[in-house]
């Protein structure tokens, strides 16, 4: 054999996928991607997540489950799980005691949550306390259009949602940096002291009421919500409300070959792996989609991953075939879909560029998160490792490996290990993402598209 011969035979082929991209793909890739943008634009938190998901169900055939009801082949089943977490399945021809085939994504995001006394004045200002919720760099929210999503349960009963600074005709809100004028100590400090936890407060008004006493701007403020949502202070106490990025989804780059949005990570997966199911008609196994929250804050509580709620929706469907649950798991087999880290060449140092995964090289399969001496890994076996990747090959999905950085560097993880703990065979797969945890997160058309790929082939292996 020549050089050349030996080469095409042995080494592996890393491409980018555009090498690869047929019209046709091409094409679905664009209506993907303009499908999966109006998706993340009106979903910022898990709830907005889970209605989008309970309506699209619903318009689809999905039926929300009951505890002892018959199911068949085919049919379609949701649940809601408190509006904060949702699962869905289609039964399959085979028996669910012969396992199925699940996609685990989470719809919660990096962001900064209201305090539950958050509203104060400060010197003739109104504003927020916040508590940030999952891994912020705190310097990257000050000075950005934020906006108000969560709801609030009244006083009287009835709950409202709120959506503040969507709408181009709605104010925004935001946290205030340090002029560079007055920053020379602030400049000489580390970047993660810069903008300290207290110092994100979100800065509200400044008009007072027309009045004697103090605090008129804060009760301005607390007027204007008492019009608009009929809630007095202490409704506060009864609330979610998140601090999120203002504005939508936007094309990136000069040849728009990117999407920069907020909270790519993870609900660029979760859409990934719900669009698929919604079409998907008479799998062969029972396919089953998990949309989780509170993964960014270690995956605890009831509407997270680790919530017993997946066994009661899993046992449901087990129990309408007489099948035991623990049967099931053990011949399951789970996509832990979520984003994986970018091979960034203004930080090359950080990576390994031989085991990164790049922009449009395809999903990232990941066979371990974890950190140090792969701590806290769901550490994927070979065999594991084979179903995948003929799974993706078999589909035509382009597909590349993923590490999470240098070792020792930080690290990271996921669902996979919870799906695994339940004796289910799970692997990480997910889109890689630029400046992930940031308000503006980056990734590509491509890598997008081939992660909606790998699910749908995942449902039908
Ligand atoms: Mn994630
Ligand atoms: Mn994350």
């Not at 035979?9 to 999966?36: D, F, H, P, V």
């Not at 995001?109 to 940030?132: G, Q, V």
């Not at 979100?202 to 019009?227: A, F, Q, R, T, Y």
Request: proline fraction near 4%; charged fraction near 20%.
């Amino acid at each position: 054999m020549t050089i050349d011969e030996l080469r095409d035979a042995l080494l592996l082929k890393k491409e980018n996928g555009y090498t690869r991209l047929t019209a046709q793909q091409r094409k679905e890739m664009e209506a993907y991607a303009s499908r999966y943008s109006a998706f993340i634009s009106a979903c910022k938190t898990e709830r907005e997540a889970v209605c989008w998901a309970a309506a699209a169900a619903e318009a689809n055939g999905f039926r929300p489950v009951e505890l002892g009801m018959q199911l068949h082949p085919g049919d379609k089943v949701y649940f809601n799980n408190r509006g904060k977490s949702i699962l869905l399945a289609v039964m399959g021809t085979d028996p669910i005691k012969d396992g199925a085939n699940i996609c685990a994504a989470h719809i919660d995001s990096p962001r900064m949550d209201l305090k539950p006394n958050p509203l104060y004045e400060d010197n003739e200002l109104a504003y927020f306390k916040t508590h940030y919720y999952g891994g912020i760099k705190k310097y990257q929210w000050t000075c950005v259009p934020l906006a108000i999503h969560g709801v609030i349960c009244r006083r009287d009963g009835t709950t409202v949602t709120v959506t503040i600074g969507e709408d181009p005709t709605d104010p925004i809100v935001l946290v205030s940096d340090l002029l560079i004028h007055l920053s020379a100590d602030q400049l000489q400090k580390p970047l993660a002291k810069g903008i300290e936890a207290e110092q994100l407060n979100i800065l509200l008004g400044s008009e007072p009421l027309d009045g004697e006493g103090s605090d008129l701007v804060k009760l301005n403020i607390l007027k204007l919500l008492n019009e608009k949502y009929g809630i007095t202070e202490a409704d506060f106490h009864s609330a979610e409300l998140c601090i999120v990025p203002a504005g939508p989804c936007r094309e990136a780059g000069l040849d728009r070959s990117m999407l920069g949005a907020y909270g790519h990570d993870d609900r660029v997966c979760a859409y990934a792996q719900l669009e698929p199911i919604l079409n998907l008609e008479h799998p062969r196994r029972t396919a089953v989609c998990v949309l989780a929250d509170k993964e960014e804050i270690g995956s605890v509580g009831i509407s997270s991953m680790e919530s017993q709620a997946f066994e009661y929706f899993m046992e449901i469907l087990c129990s309408s075939q007489g099948a035991r649950l623990t049967e099931c798991f053990l011949n399951s087999f789970c996509l832990s879909a979520d984003v994986s880290i970018a091979f960034d060449p203004n930080f090359a140092e950080t990576c390994d560029p031989r085991n990164s995964a790049r922009l449009n090289h395809g999903v990232g399969v990941c066979k371990y998160t974890g950190n140090r001496g792969k701590s806290f890994a769901s550490d994927a076996s070979a065999e594991v490792m084979y179903k995948i990747r003929t799974i993706l090959d078999n589909a035509g999905v382009l597909w590349q490996m993923a590490t999470l950085g240098k070792v020792d560097l930080g690290g990271g993880g996921t669902v996979a290990y919870i799906m695994a703990n339940r004796n289910i065979p799970t692997v990480d797969a997910g889109v890689p993402v630029l400046c992930m945890h940031a308000p503006l997160e980056v990734v590509s058309k491509l890598d997008c598209y081939m992660a909606m790929e790998a699910c749908k082939a995942v449902y039908h292996s």
